[in-house]
């Protein structure tokens, strides 16, 4: 509204009142003549004027325009009139605030995952750098310790690299110091201050800490701080034995800091608890050892392209001088980007689900706005002959959807914070920014705007109905307007079609899930517990005695009574923890004498003997590791997997063979059966076993097969590590089970979701044809009453009431059909062995909408038959 | 053709042009008048006689000036235009048309 048009409208105001004014008292003098006494002439006139104020607002009406303090008004008169139809109210609300709720608590994920900015000072200059491997099959691989120095030296578009690596660390070395093994980080100097993040007490490191020599100093968590030392400040400056080392705690960083650590191949490492610096001689390190995760940050008066380029050209120089141009390249990725990059398909299909399911309720609602309004029909007939115009009438319309829609919107958000709690139960502990994840101002912005264009949504259909109305055939209250259930059809029609989408979106995630439990996973889970450890450094030397302790655990726990048998490996299945080294197989009849193509790289993972036994991974040819090959003169051996055995000895005769692994020779003693070691939907690469003594790694998975439930044995298994060293920290204890269930969590989670979006949906589509035919039916009761009074038999009543709703149900699913190719597209990268338009899944689905659709149609259809000819015949 | 809100509104919009053609009147003048011409059978309802008012105003068929009232108060009277008046007798010409038609089917059954 302009400002000359207020004020106009404030002339107008006082020029209005004056007349009415007027008119009021020449009505209350006449009436005085008359003889009636002054209070009740003027009680009267008013009373015949009907209240000043309307009039003064239709008279505005005749002059156009909107007045946004009309809203008011519009607001209290709908707020009356849905009082005075409660039920009404109360479904549009209840759909509403579910609707919305679902909408609110999905959208709050992926605002907080995907959307909201990291926690760091300008976010979007940081970047996560990989080392590019295609040529070995390792697109984004750990940098390498000349590298960084590169990096460092020959950059000027970056304000600085940093470098990280994810470990874990024993805090804590005796009695009354009791040992913990916490996740810990080793970070450069300059990790933090790149970052932007400043420690809530005490200091960052200094500059020079992460050089060699340096006195050791740790940073620790806000958690940490809290759990074990009770967040006591007097701990900043105080040592603290930090594997072994003397170590000086300088500062604790913020509660709300959180940095998760990638993985070169798997997801996230944990969020550390300890923060170390690892000396800064990364010159010292070979050339080919792929270690390093590096953050970098790009200055800020410099372009992204321009770093990014300049970054491209250091590579393309490395690939000449140290890859043999062998196609290295430096992988750069925004780390808000590589943080949320495995969960984003997920929630895009949650949020494609959501958004559908909110288009089907705005149609539901829109036939329920519709159904109210032909209702008040001869209301608002009324109001538009006696002058009111139509905008006022779509205006009255609107503001009243609008007023459900917003307080749908306040139930819906409310609930929307219980649904989200639930929601981030359901989570998979994977899921990454998880503690950002909330409803907030974006949250709140975004569902206030979902929320006003569910009102208008559901509002255009009466209000389009009402203006088409013909008001004279209304006011003689004969005829029933055909437009209105010629929306209502197109609404349903859309409900339907927008269902077939959703079902068939849910149909093929379904079909997915059940392929991935029914999959070969290569190893047996059921009654294996696992047992984490590390044997803590400062009592253990590298080498000979962290084997020997492993031995003597497994030796400890093969006495405990139910247990079957047991290993250890520092890789299990599904958990993406193998290293990658390259394989070549000097005696394959299949190597062309190009040792570039030759080569492989592969999985490995050092086990002990029993292990495979133990998981239930098949030896097919050859034997498993023996006692004897813990004596590391004896640990020269390898089992290879039948990817590689098939690969290099397609004779079959591989036992037997040497193989080169990182440049040592190792005989094949056995070919075990392939395990998926990253996920179950990711049949990953070829992979190979060393024993224990050849990699003596000092974090190990203990493996137990139990003859009872392994849960049971949890306590004695914890009493049997106990006895061989009683300081001994155990980091988890999970069944294998669990370890498979919680590889299935992301999916399941989605598949919950989209399935109760896709009831939902399927709900409402049956409503809206049951509405649809429930209106036919009592519509057209006099002439089915005829129809059965002649002697019609039933069935051809039904169908004849039932025909249109089949119609409808046929070219929904139609139209539904064509959008499932695009719902295709959408879940694709979560589809596990089904094609997006696999024909099964989407017969199935439509056979299932079709077969609810005439369900839901025929009940009201068989009511027709039940038609007394004489009420019928009465009713008109 | 027209429908009948159209020959409803119509209706009011020719008996208000049809008192201004005796000269200027005010709201409530024009309300007692029409109830006085038609033998107290027509009553114009106040939430419809001035939106039509305004709406003719608004249409130029008939101009509102401030003046005092015969009993000394200040009123908004309303005169007949130019405009106004060619309306009214192209209005009272088909109202007559339409009338008789209803009276000679009136009469017939």
């Given at each position: 509204m302009s400002i000359r048009n207020l004020f106009r409208r404030q002339v107008r105001d006082r020029e209005m009142d004056a007349e009415m004014r007027f008119h009021i008292d020449m009505e209350a003098a006449e009436l005085e003549r008359t003889g009636v006494p002054a209070d009740e002439a003027r009680r009267r006139a008013l009373a015949s004027f009907g209240g000043v104020q309307r009039y003064k607002e239709e008279g505005h009406e005749t002059r156009g325009g909107m007045r946004l303090e009309e809203l008011g008004r519009d607001v209290r008169y709908s707020v009356r009139s849905l009082w005075h139809s409660r039920g009404f109210a109360g479904v549009v609300i209840l759909t509403l605030a579910l609707g919305i709720a679902a909408n609110a608590s999905i959208f709050s994920v992926a605002n907080g995952v995907l959307f909201k900015a990291l926690p760091y000072r300008d976010p979007g200059k940081l970047l996560v750098i990989w080392d590019g491997l295609e040529m070995v099959?390792?697109?984004?691989?750990?940098?390498t310790g000349p590298e960084v120095v590169r990096l460092r030296n020959e950059l000027t578009s970056f304000e600085g690299f940093a470098t990280i690596r994810s470990s874990s660390a024993t805090i804590g070395s005796s009695a009354g110091d009791e040992p913990q093994q916490v996740p810990a980080s080793l970070v450069s100097a300059n990790f933090f201050q790149l970052l932007g993040v400043t420690p809530e007490i005490g200091r960052s490191f200094a500059a020079r800490e992460d050089a060699a020599g340096a006195e050791p100093v740790a940073l620790l968590s806000h958690r940490l701080w809290t759990q074990r030392y009770g967040a006591d400040r007097s701990i900043i400056g105080k040592r603290v034995m930090v594997d072994g080392n003397a170590t000086t705690i300088i500062g604790v960083l913020p509660q709300t800091f959180r940095y998760s650590a990638?993985?070169?191949l798997g997801s996230a490492a944990d969020v550390a608890d300890v923060y170390l610096t690892f000396a800064d001689t990364l010159s010292r390190f070979p050339r080919g050892q792929h270690f390093l995760g590096v953050l970098a940050r790009i200055r800020s008066d410099v372009g992204t392209p321009r770093a990014l380029a300049e970054l491209a050209g250091l590579g393309q120089r490395l690939n000449e001088e140290n890859y043999g141009k062998a196609g290295f390249s430096f992988k750069p990725v925004f780390l808000q980007e590589r943080m949320v990059r495995e969960v984003r398909p997920a929630l895009m299909v949650l949020l494609a689900a959501v958004g559908v399911l909110m288009l089907i309720m705005c149609a539901n609602l829109a036939v329920l706005a519709l159904v109210r309004?032909?209702?008040?029909?001869?209301?608002?007939?009324?109001?538009r002959a006696i002058g009111a115009g139509a905008a006022r009438i779509a205006r009255q319309i609107l503001t009243e959807t609008t007023v459900?829609?917003?307080?749908?919107?306040?139930a819906g958000t409310l609930l929307g914070v219980w649904a989200l709690r639930g929601l981030l139960a359901m989570a998979p502990p994977g899921l990454p920014r998880r503690e950002e994840i909330g409803i907030d101002v974006t949250v709140l912005l975004v569902t206030l705007g979902v929320a006003l264009l569910v009102g208008i949504a559901m509002g255009l259909a009466p209000v389009f109905h009402s203006l088409r109305a013909d008001i004279a055939s209304v006011l003689r209250e004969k005829a029933r307007s055909r437009s209105g259930s010629r929306v209502r059809r197109t609404l349903v029609l859309a409900q339907l079609a927008l269902s077939m989408v959703l079902l068939a979106g849910t149909g093929l995630l379904l079909a997915s899930f059940v392929k991935l439990l029914h999959l070969d996973q290569g190893f047996d889970a059921r009654r294996v517990l696992t047992v984490q450890l590390m044997a803590p450094r400062a009592k253990y030397a590298s080498g000979r005695p962290v084997v020997e302790i492993f031995r003597r655990y497994t030796d400890a726990l093969s006495a405990v009574p139910g247990v079957v048998s047991v290993g250890a490996t520092s890789a299990l299945p599904l958990s993406a923890g193998s290293d990658q080294s390259g394989a070549y197989f000097p005696s394959s009849p299949t190597n062309t004498g190009d040792r570039q193509k030759d080569r492989l790289l592969v999985d490995n993972a050092p086990i002990t003997p029993g292990y495979l036994r133990t998981m239930g991974i098949d030896v097919l040819e050859g034997r498993e590791f023996d006692a004897l090959n813990l004596d590391s003169a004896n640990a020269k051996v390898v089992i290879i997997d039948d990817l590689l055995a098939r690969r290099y000895f397609p004779g079959g005769n591989a036992v037997g063979q040497f193989m080169t692994l990182d440049g040592d020779s190792l005989r094949v003693v056995g070919v075990s059966r392939h395990v998926r070691m990253y996920s179950l939907q990711d049949f990953g690469r070829e992979q190979l076993w060393v024993p224990h003594s050849y990699t003596p790694y000092r974090s190990m998975t203990l493996v137990v097969r139990t003859s009872v439930d392994p849960m049971s044995l949890a306590g004695a298994a914890r009493n049997a590590i106990r006895g061989v060293d009683a300081a001994q920290p155990i980091i988890s204890m999970r069944l294998m089970t669990d370890v498979v269930s919680d590889a299935l969590a992301e999916r399941r989670l989605v598949l919950t979701l989209v399935g109760a979006f896709g009831a939902a949906a399927l709900l409402l589509a049956a409503l809206g044809v049951y509405g649809v035919t429930a209106s036919t039916v009592a519509q057209r009761t006099r002439e089915l009453g005829i129809r059965?009074?002649?002697?019609?038999?039933?069935g051809s009543v039904v169908w004849s009431v039932l025909s249109e709703p089949a119609r409808l149900v046929g070219t929904g699913l139609v139209i539904g059909l064509a959008g499932t190719f695009a719902a295709g597209r959408v879940v694709e990268r979560l589809l596990y062995g089904v094609k997006p338009?696999?024909?099964?899944?989407?017969?199935?689905?439509?056979?299932?909408?079709?077969?609810?659709?005439?369900?839901?149609?025929?009940?009201?259809?068989?009511?027709?038959?039940?038609?007394?000819?004489?009420?019928?015949l009465r009713s008109e | 053709m027209a429908n009948r809100t159209d020959?409803?509104?119509g209706t009011l919009d020719l008996l208000i042009l049809r008192t201004l053609r005796l000269g200027a009147l005010h709201g409530w003048g024009i309300s007692k008048r029409v109830r006085q011409l038609s033998n107290d059978v027509l009553q114009i309802n106040q939430g419809s006689l001035y939106p039509a008012l305004y709406?003719?105003?608004?249409?130029?068929?008939?101009?509102?000036?401030?003046?005092?009232?015969?009993?000394g108060r200040k009123a908004k009277f309303y005169t007949l235009t130019e405009k106004g008046r060619e309306d009214l007798a192209e209005e009272r010409a088909s109202w007559r048309a339409f009338s008789g038609a209803v009276e000679a089917v009136l009469r017939a059954t």
């Open positions: 099959g390792v697109p984004e691989a750990w940098v990638q993985n070169s309004a032909a209702r008040r029909e001869h209301e608002l007939t009324v109001r459900l829609s917003l307080v749908g919107a306040a059965v009074a002649l002697g019609a038999d039933r338009t696999d024909p099964l899944t989407l017969a199935a689905v439509a056979l299932l909408l079709l077969g609810v659709a005439i369900l839901a149609g025929y009940i009201p259809a068989r009511r027709a038959t039940r038609v007394d000819p004489m009420v019928a | 020959l409803l509104q709406r003719l105003e608004e249409r130029g068929l008939i101009q509102a000036e401030w003046g005092i009232s015969p009993e």
